[in-house]
């Protein structure tokens, strides 16, 4: 069965960095694209970043554009999110997705629970 575990969301402060890490099994067969999303407490789930299976092609949403940084390991079934200069605004659960058309589009089939992220001023 497929699944996305999330990791690496913890309190960090205005300004600092952080790494989160979407490891993914039971798609070894797939060239499934992963996305990155967050939802603030009381605000909708909102695009963060997202990239296809071969690592060339990369998207990120206007709020984050210039500041986090998509990549994948190899082997391909871990997805990093590289978050700096992280602001309070930053604060939310961090979701990781697979997209299983490969497109990076959406849409996205299977979910992950979500790791917090909390930047304090």
């Known amino acids: 069965q497929a699944q996305m575990v999330e990791s690496g969301g913890e309190l960090v402060q205005d300004g600092g960095s952080l790494r989160l890490s979407c490891t993914a099994s039971g798609l070894d067969d797939y060239n499934y694209a992963t996305g990155w999303f967050r939802q603030a407490q009381g605000k909708e789930r909102e695009f963060v970043a997202a990239i296809r299976w071969s690592g060339a092609n990369k998207y990120y949403g206007n709020s984050v554009r210039g500041r986090f940084f998509i990549s994948k390991s190899h082997p391909k079934n871990t997805v990093y999110l590289q978050m700096n200069n992280l602001r309070p605004e930053d604060t939310a659960v961090y979701y990781c997705?697979?997209?299983?058309?490969?497109?990076?589009?959406?849409?996205?089939?299977?979910w992950g629970q979500g790791t917090q992220v909390t930047v304090s001023s």
């Open positions: 997705a697979a997209d299983m058309s490969g497109r990076g589009t959406g849409p996205w089939t299977y």
